[in-house]
């Protein structure tokens, strides 16, 4: 099984800026895409970003020039930078890696934003 481990949250000032870092273990590891989605007390789960093989990116429109997915590069990793936060991005972070018929998430890190 693939086991996903989130780090990098913490407490920041509206307007600055966080990196979180996904690792995975294995030195096989290997999925289709790998996503970070996030949640907020009261509310859904959702997609910020995701990220395929060939290094395609998808973005939720809220982080649109704001947050950048990318691959470690160390192997097994997955970044999200994510800058000129908002009070509004406060939320659980977590990571996602998607094979053919399977899904796998992190325990999630937690961002905070004070305005």
């Known amino acids: 099984q693939v086991q996903l481990a989130e780090s990098g949250g913490g407490l920041v000032q509206a307007g600055g800026s966080l990196t979180l870092s996904c690792a995975a273990s294995?030195?096989?590891?290997?999925?289709?895409?790998m996503a970070w989605y996030r949640q907020a007390p009261g509310k859904q789960r959702e997609l910020v970003a995701a990220?395929?093989?060939?290094?395609?990116?998808i973005y939720a429109d809220s982080v649109k020039g704001r947050f950048t997915i990318s691959k470690g590069v160390a192997k097994n990793t997955l970044c999200l930078q994510m800058n000129s936060l908002k009070p509004e991005d406060a939320a659980v972070y977590y990571c996602?890696?998607?094979?053919?018929?399977?899904?796998?998430w992190g325990q999630g890190t937690q961002v905070a934003v004070s305005s």
């Open positions: 294995g030195t096989t590891f290997s999925a289709n895409a």
């Open positions: 996602n890696a998607n094979f053919v018929s399977t899904s796998y």
């Open positions: 990220i395929t093989r060939g290094d395609r990116t």
